[in-house]
């Protein structure tokens, strides 16, 4: 009694054990590889399933949903030999699992090498400033160069986005000192540029003040010139008037010269005497005759 007791709790175990490898209840979301003695067979979809226990086996479990993907940071050399860093993030999905499953070893790590390499070649054919400004033409280009790959192995790349992609630190450092020997520069292109311009106006000042003295001096050489032209009419032939005119500033000029506040010591010409008595002796006579 003790050993059939014993039987029947035992197939029982096996009844539900048997029962529990042959239903299979897949979640929404998830797809189900399932391989009978080791060779593909089918797959389960989301819902009750039911599967031979023993000789059905479920190999692999996919997700269906959007899978993200985090590509770590990376050097890459630019082609003018500038290292800059940038890592990635795409997002993929599995549209057929039998390729995602036996078209590679692991999709998702396979992805992920294939951006990262795809990256250093795109980056790899641009300059530095090319590659820091043209975030959107990369993305394109790398989705495009790995869409048909991904198809091969049963994924779809919805996006791929460049989280990050900035010059490396001794990279950065060269760049800030580049732009501050680049606005030194400028600073002083901008002040030779004021000095140059300052010249300029100084010199066309002083060429305009040397025609203005020029046309001063040709305007009192002219008014001399008419001066003279009126006091000869005015005189005529006559000798005395001119001579008294010329003493008179010749004395003018000797009271000016001894007014004056520098004037220490005023020398008075030898010939004075002879030259004041025969202006006055001429004046004298012409007034008699």
């Not at 054990?17 to 060779?39: D, H, S, Y």
Request: net charge negative; proline share 3%.
């Amino acid at each position: 009694m003790t050993d059939m007791l014993i039987f029947v709790i035992a197939l029982l175990v096996f009844a539900g054990i048997t029962l529990a490898k042959g239903v299979r209840i897949v979640p929404q979301g998830q797809e189900w590889i399932v391989e009978r003695l080791g060779k593909y067979h089918g797959t389960l979809f989301p819902g009750l399933n039911i599967i031979i226990p023993y000789l059905d086996q479920v190999a692999y479990k996919l997700v269906t949903k959007d899978i993200i993907l985090d590509v770590q940071e990376q050097d890459i050399i630019t082609k003018d030999n500038a290292v800059i860093l940038t890592n990635a993030i795409a997002f993929i999905k599995v549209t057929d699992p039998i390729k995602a499953v036996y078209g590679v070893t692991d999709f998702s790590e396979a992805i992920r090498n294939m951006i990262m390499t795809t990256l250093r070649s795109i980056v790899g054919e641009m300059n530095l400033d090319e590659a820091l400004s043209n975030r959107d033409k990369i993305k394109a280009r790398l989705r495009e160069s790995i869409a048909d790959e991904a198809i091969d192995w049963g994924l779809t790349v919805k996006s791929v986005e460049i989280q990050d992609i900035k010059p490396s630190p001794s990279m950065q450092k060269a760049m800030e000192l580049q732009a501050a020997a680049e606005r030194e520069r400028k600073a002083m292109v901008t002040k030779s540029e004021g000095e140059k311009q300052s010249m300029i106006l100084q010199a066309e000042a002083r060429l305009e003040s040397a025609r203005r003295d020029a046309e001063a001096q040709v305007m009192l050489a002219e008014a001399s010139a008419e001066a003279i032209r009126r006091v000869s009419a005015a005189i005529g032939d006559q000798e005395m008037p001119m001579r008294y005119l010329l003493g008179e500033k010749y004395i003018a000029a000797m009271s000016r010269l001894a007014a004056s506040d520098n004037a220490k010591t005023v020398l008075i010409p030898g010939d004075i005497q002879e030259t004041l008595r025969s202006v006055l002796g001429r004046v004298r006579s012409g007034g008699a005759g």
